[in-house]
């Protein structure tokens, strides 16, 4: 039986992972569920899944959660605010951490998982795009293993020999991240120039949560994907590249020297990656509809908009910047995605925050994670004072 941590248990990744554990109660248990601050949604997880543990990272919450867990009856302890989640995902009876919670509050968990030699499931690429060197040391230090969740970054895991190689000894020429294309793809900047929240969190293929949504549509998404692949593989920016592919059916490839290009293949359900992680190496079912290729009867592929799409080349140029820079454009692209969802910032200027954040912010060596806080907040005020200037 392994015990699972599943932080950011209310969320989408949270909820297919859930749905995995309960198709395999005689293999993986809910041991401890941590969400934001929705009591009630956390509370009905509880009733369902009895974890030993409840988290809620925002403190202000502990005492209702308290109070709802005892009116059930339920015995599951209660942890709370950031030192919470960390205990959390510490707990020697926990043999595996899914890191699910979205953006860069989930950095220190994440951290502390890997510290702790957990078999860590990472869905939070923005931790690792923050923090690569650090999240990188933490795990050699704790001596756990890192699981890619991210679907790309799930199917290049795939398609490695033995997990995650040296890219070069392993002959290795190139890793190929697809995408989707987003909400937009096709579309022209006048076209997007008045798009609304519901419509880039519209996605075509996969359901996720609202932030992603928007990084998708904006391209960001693939951006900050390729900075994760060159963290979790090793390769450099010039051996990463993306190709849109609408259908969203091959969820990434590897190219060889000898010419071969091993693909993963599957319908867009992140139970497919979740489940494979989970098992690792072992296999399991996932619940998910088996793909029928006559069914399909053909897969297109495009290569990316990039003018139109400037946050792809945004993330490629921070991570040939490298230090603090991934961590810049992250922290902006989160400011700017949370004003565009809150109606106070057009959809097309997401990218000209970013933008704006890596002109005037120098990157840094990554030496520290107080360092790196450091830079997260300088970069948060700075995209915060260009959002003001728009708006005025
Ligand atoms: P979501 O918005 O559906 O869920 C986010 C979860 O994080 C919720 O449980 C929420 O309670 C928790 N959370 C939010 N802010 C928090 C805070 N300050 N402290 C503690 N917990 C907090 O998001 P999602 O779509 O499930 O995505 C989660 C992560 O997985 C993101 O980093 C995303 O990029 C990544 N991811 C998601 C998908 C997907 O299909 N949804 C695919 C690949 C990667
Ligand atoms: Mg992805």
Redesign the pocket.
């Known amino acids: 039986m392994k015990r699972i941590a599943v932080l ?7 909820a297919s992972t859930l749905d995995l554990i309960a198709r395999h109660p005689d293999r993986f248990s809910a041991h401890v569920l ?3 601050r ?1 009591v009630e949604a956390l509370v009905a997880l509880c009733l369902r899944f009895r974890p030993a543990w409840a988290v809620i ?1 925002d403190a202000a919450f502990e005492a209702d959660l308290r109070q709802r867990l005892a009116g059930h009856g339920l015995s599951t302890r209660v942890l709370a605010g950031s030192a919470g ?1 960390t205990e959390a995902a510490t707990l020697t009876e926990v043999d595996t951490v899914v890191a ?4 860069a ?1 989930g950095l220190e968990s994440t951290l502390a998982a890997a510290r702790a030699g957990k078999r860590l499931l990472l ?4 931790a690792i795009v923050m923090a690569g060197p650090l999240l990188l040391a933490a795990l050699s230090a704790g001596g756990g293993e890192l699981l890619p ?3 790309e970054h799930n199917a290049v895991f795939q398609c490695l020999p033995g997990g995650r190689p040296e890219l070069t000894t392993a002959g290795v020429r190139r890793l190929v991240l697809t995408a989707s294309g987003g909400p937009f793809r096709g579309r022209t900047r006048t076209d997007l120039a008045a798009v609304t929240p519901a419509m880039a969190c519209a996605h075509p293929n ?1 359901s ?5 949504s928007v990084d998708s549509a904006t391209l960001m998404n693939k951006g900050l994907e390729v900075i994760e692949a060159h963290f979790l593989f090793g390769a450099p920016a010039e051996a990463i590249d993306v190709v849109v592919h609408p259908q969203s059916i091959v969820h990434s490839l590897v190219e060889y020297l000898d010419g071969s290009v091993l693909a993963q293949l599957g319908h867009p359900d ?1 139970r497919t990656a979740i489940a494979h992680a989970l098992a690792w190496p072992g296999r399991v079912d996932a619940g998910v509809r088996r793909l029928d290729l006559v069914a399909l009867g053909q897969l297109g592929f495009e290569a990316p908009d990039r003018a139109t799409f400037t946050c792809l080349d945004l993330a490629y140029a921070a991570l040939r910047a490298g230090g603090t820079a991934p961590a810049i454009l992250n922290a902006a692209n989160e400011e700017a995605v949370a004003a565009f969802l809150d109606g106070r910032l057009p959809f097309l200027a997401i990218a000209e925050v970013v933008a704006g954040c890596l002109d005037r912010l120098a990157a840094e060596p990554v030496r520290d994670l107080a360092g790196l806080l450091d830079s997260d907040l300088t970069a948060r005020r700075e995209a915060q004072r260009i959002i003001a200037a728009m708006a005025g």
Not at 8 to 14: E, L, N, Q
Not at 123 to 126: L, M, V, Y
Not at 208 to 212: A, H, L, S, T, V
């Open positions: 950011g248990a209310t969320g989408s990744i949270g941590a969400a934001h929705n990272a989640l699910a919670i979205v953006g509050a869905a939070n690429k923005e969740l991210d679907s996969w996720m949560g609202r932030k992603i992140m």
